[in-house]
């Protein structure tokens, strides 16, 4: 019987992706609730137990400045294109964090045999291309890409949560099968930090082997002010589970000094959003 890999990317509200790779097949869907994701991925699984789990969620935490983990100061050294992407653990909205080790945990209490691995579907996908990830821009590129990479079929992936799923069963299926060896949570931690298992063992692996990155200070958030400002708003929204109307802002992206007016039509439209995107720039 084909061993079964699962993929969780937990969003707020509507917005949690899910998917099953089983043999030759892949599966993925965008669910409401993180009650959903787990009856969704316990069908999969039907009377088997996975083989592995990849939560793109915090499966180890650190008390050290910000929760600035080892894994975090290495990957935003290795992957600079990307580092915009990894946020300081203390500054990440609860749905990510709440939802996804929840999830874990509950998966575990049924499967306990069941691997997990921690994902960051946005930095793999800069390590296997050297690009941003972008997927509202390069839907067919990004889907054909993933589906390479599975060396399986993919369905229609309808959302970005959906398409992280899916990138974070395959890890688990690469972490379980031996394609990846390196894991990131073995990097060792600084002098001032301890680090605790939320969920017990995990694993964060990756492709290759990532150095360890120095013991120097990190900015507090994830977010550089030199970005362009929609591109800062939309990662704000997103993070805080307001995707509508982060996909509404990035309709009036554009190249010339952002003259379509988003900072205005969100300021009317939605002034407590506009306050809590403000407060990044």
């Not at 929760?67 to 992407?85: E, F, K, T």
């Not at 690009?131 to 054909?144: A, I, K």
């Not at 993919?154 to 949560?161: G, L, N, R, S």
């Not at 507090?220 to 509404?248: F, N």
Request: proline share 7%; charged share 15%.
């Amino acid at each position: 019987m084909a061993e079964i890999y699962l993929g969780y990317d937990p969003g707020g509200g509507g917005a949690h992706g899910v998917a099953a790779i089983n043999g030759e097949q892949a599966a993925c869907a965008t669910v409401a609730t993180a009650q959903d994701a787990i009856n969704w991925l316990t069908q999969q699984c039907g009377q088997q137990t996975p083989a592995a789990l990849g939560l793109d969620t915090l499966t180890l935490w650190s008390t050290g400045p910000a929760g600035w983990r080892p894994a975090d100061r290495a990957l935003r050294q290795a992957y600079p294109v990307a580092s915009n992407s990894i946020v300081a653990p203390n500054s990440l909205y609860g749905a990510m964090c709440i939802n996804g080790a929840a999830a874990g945990l509950t998966l575990r209490q049924q499967f306990p045999a069941m691997l997990i691995t921690e994902t960051h579907p946005k930095v793999l996908y800069s390590a296997f291309t050297g690009d941003v990830y972008d997927f509202t821009g390069n839907h067919d590129g990004m889907t054909q890409q993933l589906a390479g990479w599975l060396q399986l079929a993919v369905p229609a992936i309808p959302t970005d949560h959906a398409w992280d799923a899916l990138i974070s069963a395959y890890a688990a299926r690469a972490w379980h099968t031996q394609e990846w060896t390196t894991d990131l949570h073995q990097l060792p931690a600084n002098p001032h930090e301890s680090l605790v298992w939320p969920m017990g063992p995990a694993a964060y692996a990756w492709p290759t082997v990532i150095s360890p990155a120095g013991d120097a200070p990190m900015p507090a958030r994830g977010i550089a002010p030199k970005r362009p400002r929609w591109q800062v708003a939309v990662d704000v929204l997103h993070a805080s589970g307001h995707h509508e109307v982060a996909q509404q802002v990035q309709k009036y992206r554009n190249a010339k000094n952002e003259r379509a007016g988003w900072d205005a039509w969100l300021k009317a439209r939605f002034p407590e959003l506009w306050n809590l995107v403000s407060q990044h720039e």
